[in-house]
């Protein structure tokens, strides 16, 4: 029930072929998930976003694991059901045991918790943390 | 400019003196930040708040600074100013460098775009996704 | 899997009515759908709530495909499913091309993107834009 | 009060700057807002993002000064206050009357409504609105 | 720092004074807050929201105490700091005591709690709370 | 499609069977919902997470039904179905009237505009609020 439609390999362009073939190589896997397929309506958007989430999630001083966890806490607090789905299933494929799942929910849960709280009762920030 | 008043460890009833001391006991330090002064007005729920926190944000499967980033980013897309800076000040004493801060706001930034590029479109989960 | 019954016309009492009649002559169509349906439960919050819709998106210093493109922008951002797909196939009546869809998708994405990195960030108001 | 430090032109780094300059020389003012110069921390990030702006923000299929309503719409949605009052101020550059911003705030705050409305009820989406 | 300005009694309309005079004839006080002298740009917009709030807020099936809580409660989850100060004030007017606002803090905190644990988890929703 | 395992009654560990006998014998029902089996992958979280309930959500200075409809105002500005579902129920259960029903849709339908009003013009707070 998507508001636009996906676009296939088949029937894509030159332009959005190269995009696909370059998830395809870095992936290293056929499988190209709906959200490519959808952004694709927009060529340059599509590689815009691709170029930035090839660069963003990559290895760094973050590694690829926290970095999907750290996607997954924006994606709940933000209440996007198919990034929930998709990161989390990236998560796994990129190591999270069950034990760090179970404990990525509690600090989730946790920091809404607080953030209600705080957020009701307005609660002035302290001067020692503000560092800068 | 709270809505409720601050209660200084000197004004405190000794229910209240009791999770001060435990909080202090736990940081190794004298400070106590306005968020838990602010709870303080109701002292189950400052008790029960801080028995969560010191068992979630402890070290387990996920590191204790891995943690704050995930704090950090779910406070950000619910847009909590305080717990964005004490949770930042928090992310940072446990040994976030300048590097790692950089990487986290490029996650944060990525994640809440893509989560708005897909709810606009509506992007149906990929079945591959739905492994439970 | 509403939390409410839906009204249809059939059932409707006379004030429920009076509104359908006026939604199908301002929109030239029998069509109405379940969000006035929902609301009927309420008679007097259902005619409230058209005379504001019918007064607010009316042609005006924007025309009305602006203020739907506005009112997706909005609802995307407040994840309203319902919302999002009555008023991207509102836009598209009233003649939103899917050049203009493609550039709308993208700019929402952006906003979400620097909304993300503002608030990571607590990047201050420049003075320049404290014009009031 | 921003989590992370301002870097002014003085103090860039020629990567920076070259952003800098791009900035100023499109949009014909040496002013540069305190948003890049917090990006400036990540300056690969500084420079997609600004790629990014440049490129979304351009007069396209919509006019500039719509893109801007439609990124308000978006930071009011995701309470983001630097970024209403820069778009705001944006807008107005680009042409924004104040009967438009009128409109703009009416349609902002029926869409709010008409988005609690329909989730509090989980209203379901009517089958016509479901084209793709 | 508005971002439109605020329409003082004096500088009013006899179309704005009106509505002016009418909220203090309600609320049998002459103060007349900032949320009406900002509204106030778009006389139209003022008297629409004005009867509507005038509506939804008197005593009915709902006491105006509960309204007010359960207003304070929309505002934090969508953090409106205007509204959370506002609506505090009007709670406590009305009667609100000290222990009711403990219990509201308690309540919103663990509503934000369950919604980011359920959230991250993505329950399905049981059968038997699909009552329509 | 949760991105987590339900358990069953018969599958769980003692642990987890105290907390669902707990459950049971405090709302004198047999069913658990599908939000304690999801939790139950966490015995610590499912065990910390129903006392909390069940204190929170206990006769207090606000009646259960109050707590409810205050529960179902939060989940509804943060968008989670399931908690709308749930505690729609809950406050059904606990003797919420139709009428009731409609005049807690119209708060929170009233309070979701004026909090969109009030962010898109940035309203500051009147100094008669700040009573802390």
Redesign the interface.
């Known amino acids: ?6 676009i296939e390999y088949e029937a894509a362009s030159s332009e959005v072929r190269a995009v696909y073939d370059d998830i395809r190589a870095t992936r290293k896997t056929d ?1 190209i ?3 490519w397929k ?2 694709a ?2 060529p ?2 599509l590689a ?2 691709w ?3 090839k ?3 990559a290895p ?3 590694d690829p694991m ?2 999907e ?18 990161h ?2 990236a998560a ?1 494929a990129k190591g999270m ?30 001067e ?5």
Request: glycine share 4%; with cysteine.
């Open positions: 029930m998507a508001t636009t439609k996906l499988f998930n709906n959200f959808a952004l309506v927009n340059a958007q815009r976003t170029e930035s989430a660069c963003v999630m760094g001083a973050l926290t970095k966890l750290i996607y997954i806490a924006v994606s709940v607090a933000n209440k996007c059901e198919y990034c929930i789905h998709s989390t299933a796994r045991t069950d034990a760090q799942y179970a404990e990525l929910i509690a600090v989730i849960g946790m920091a809404h918790s607080t953030n209600g709280l705080v957020t009701t009762m307005q609660v002035p920030v302290d020692v943390f503000k560092v800068v």
